[in-house]
């Protein structure tokens, strides 16, 4: 004994942590319904292990559908290498996943961040909501907006003129209706700023607004991270506000880390090398080490669609 309590029954531990990532593990995986809107078989189900339960997102790999540009591994694998890399940062803003067998074979499992969705009699989830709305993403507010006091403060906004306002970054104009435009923003904050760093080293292809989870605590979890890992540039995001400022001290200083865990000898290196291609992850190492050379955000590369589509 170490002298630290164990969690109570049916209480988890924080949605990054260690604990949480072995409870998915070794717990027992029943499918309580499925998020239909999402494209790809998105399962909500729970994991229980030795008195303690936790809501989860199950993806079979069985049930996502190939991408073109994506030949090699499958989006689970890409998912579980984002939370590894997550995890190599310090910063947790990715839920704890692991890729493990459950009733559907082999796929991805991470915990559930947000209210569960309400099983239906036959135990399906709604079939009106999405994998992101089921989490909690909260829509795009306008800036300015008082949330409620229980409630995470909006990071995405859209806002008439030219000018993001007092703590929000310009992301660009986006269509609203009736021929109108307004300018999409998000919030000047160091949790999406932290967030942005994350998606240029695993070139995630489709950050969208949905996949933003803030919660009342302040914490900040981001999802959907399948799309990810190309060894071209394929970043795709809403949190171009910062490119090409330059990056934080924190930020370099985590980056440092990062490079130096990512050398052929440590248990990180050996982790992604069994999620993704040899080529991947010398990619990652050189997005690293590009980030440091340059000591800035990146700029969209010109080459591809700067913002996924559609957007939130």
């Known amino acids: 004994m170490n002298g630290t ?21 070794q717990g027992t995986l029943t499918v ?14 729970t994991v229980e292990h030795e008195g303690r339960s936790l809501p989860c997102v199950y993806k079979p790999v069985a049930g996502e559908r190939p991408l073109w540009d994506f030949p090699d591994g499958n989006l ?21 996943t692991v890729l493990r067998d459950g009733p559907y074979g ?3 499992c991470q915990a559930w ?41 909006p990071l995405l906004a859209l806002v008439d003129g030219d000018e993001p306002g007092e703590g929000w970054k310009a992301v660009g104009f986006a269509e609203v209706g009736e021929g109108r435009t307004a300018l999409l923003v998000h919030a000047d904050d160091p949790r999406l700023r932290r967030l942005a760093v994350l998606d240029a080293v695993i070139n995630n292809g489709d950050r969208k607004g949905g996949h933003l989870l803030p919660r009342a605590d302040g914490a900040l979890y981001a999802i ?50 069994v999620l993704l291609t040899g080529a991947e992850v010398d990619a990652v190492r050189k997005r690293v080490e590009a980030l440091l050379s340059s000591g800035r955000h990146p700029l969209p590369s010109g080459a591809w669609p700067a ?3 559609p957007p939130v």
Do not use: C
């Not at 694998?77 to 704890?96: F, H, K, M, N």
């Not at 171009?240 to 200083?253: H, M």
């Open 307 to 309: 913002i996924p589509w």
């Open 76 to 96: 689970a694998q890409r998912e579980v290498a984002a939370y590894e890399i997550s995890r190599a940062t310090g910063w947790d803003l990715i839920p704890a």
């Open 224 to 273: 959907d991270h399948g799309v990810t890992f190309h060894v071209d540039d394929k970043l795709r995001t809403l949190l171009w506000g910062w490119a090409g400022e330059e990056l934080t001290g924190e930020a370099v200083e985590v980056l440092r880390a990062l490079s130096a865990a990512l050398s052929q000898d440590v248990p990180l290196a050996e982790r992604l090398s």
């Open 32 to 45: 309580r319904g499925q998020i239909r809107a999402a494209s790809n078989a998105v399962l909500f189900g």
């Open 106 to 108: 082999l796929g991805m």
């Open 113 to 153: 961040i947000g209210e569960p969705p309400d099983a239906e009699a036959d135990g399906e989830a709604d079939p009106e909501a999405d994998d992101e709305e089921a989490a909690g993403a909260a829509p795009a507010a306008a800036a300015g907006d008082d949330p409620a006091a229980d409630e995470p403060a």
């Open 5 to 25: 309590p164990p969690p109570a029954p049916g209480i988890a531990a924080a949605p990054a942590a260690e604990a949480t990532r072995e409870l998915l593990a």
